[in-house]
């Protein structure tokens, strides 16, 4: 079998903030991704708070990447960069850039860090951005409230990578059912972050934290 036709699933998830935001993730969130698993990846933004969570939503995949949230107290990484196929994907909270959730920043981050596929949440807001660098933030898998004051309905997203390509789906809990209220397929090509011209002349801010 050709591997490189064979789709990586991957898991994106975070912002829980349990217990001091929500009781715990919704039955029904558990229930379909209990259906789902294994998955290949699974990539959590941080902001679990709890040791248990963070059991919890690994146990969904065979290789697990979490990073650290700025109301995290576990001894996790700031940052993560995973290679996969023709995707290296970034991973973070999101809180270390100036200004919440400004994706130019997030553009710079991805940039310095030379991925082609930025996760990230803090914001708790889902974001499918497509572009030379393609943003990701899957929202607050407990539709916790953020810093900012919003409230979303609980989410998380789903990659499939096959043949260079990206599948993204978002997941919401609306009503108490799942739904996929956005789908994305963006190509993959890591031939743009060997280049900085374009991000140059977007003028993008490229914080180096």
């Given at each position: 079998?050709?591997?490189?036709?064979?789709?990586?699933?991957?898991?994106?998830?975070?912002?829980?903030?349990?217990?001091?935001?929500?009781?715990?993730?919704?039955?029904?969130?558990?229930?379909?991704?209990?259906?789902?698993?294994?998955?290949?990846?699974?990539?959590?933004?941080?902001?679990?708070?709890?040791?248990?969570?963070?059991?919890?939503?690994?146990?969904?995949?065979?290789?697990?990447?979490?990073?650290?949230?700025?109301?995290?107290?576990?001894?996790?990484?700031?940052?993560?960069?995973?290679?996969?196929?023709?995707?290296?994907?970034?991973?973070?909270?999101?809180?270390?850039?100036?200004?919440?959730?400004?994706?130019?920043?997030?553009?710079?981050?991805?940039?310095?860090?030379?991925?082609?596929?930025?996760?990230?949440?803090?914001?708790?807001?889902?974001?499918?951005?497509?572009?030379?660098?393609?943003?990701?933030?899957?929202?607050?898998?407990?539709?916790?409230?953020?810093?900012?004051?919003?409230?979303?309905?609980?989410?998380?997203?789903?990659?499939?990578?096959?043949?260079?390509?990206?599948?993204?789906?978002?997941y919401q809990l609306i009503e108490n059912e799942i739904k996929i209220t956005k789908h994305e397929s963006i190509s993959v090509n890591l031939t743009n972050i060997h280049s900085?011209?374009?991000?140059?002349?977007?003028?993008?801010?490229?914080?180096?934290?």
């Amino acid at each position: 079998m050709n591997r490189s036709h064979v789709a990586v699933r991957i898991l994106v998830a975070g912002d829980a903030h349990v217990p001091d935001r929500a009781d715990s993730i919704h039955a029904a969130i558990l229930d379909e991704l209990d259906s789902m698993k294994p998955f290949d990846y699974v990539l959590v933004t941080g902001d679990l708070i709890n040791e248990d969570t963070l059991k919890q939503l690994m146990g969904f995949g065979r290789a697990r990447y979490v990073v650290k949230g700025n109301m995290d107290y576990l001894e996790l990484p700031d940052k993560e960069v995973i290679r996969i196929g023709e995707a290296k994907i970034g991973l973070m909270h999101g809180h270390q850039i100036m200004h919440r959730g400004d994706t130019r920043e997030l553009i710079g981050v991805a940039v310095n860090l030379r991925v082609n596929i930025l996760v990230s949440g803090h914001t708790h807001v889902p974001m499918i951005m497509k572009g030379a660098i393609t943003l990701l933030n899957p929202g607050s898998i407990t539709g916790a409230w953020s810093g900012a004051g919003n409230r979303e309905s609980p989410s998380f997203l789903v990659l499939e990578l096959i043949k260079g390509l990206a599948n993204i789906d978002l997941y919401q809990l609306i009503e108490n059912e799942i739904k996929i209220t956005k789908h994305e397929s963006i190509s993959v090509n890591l031939t743009n972050i060997h280049s900085l011209n374009y991000f140059d002349n977007m003028g993008s801010r490229v914080p180096k934290n």
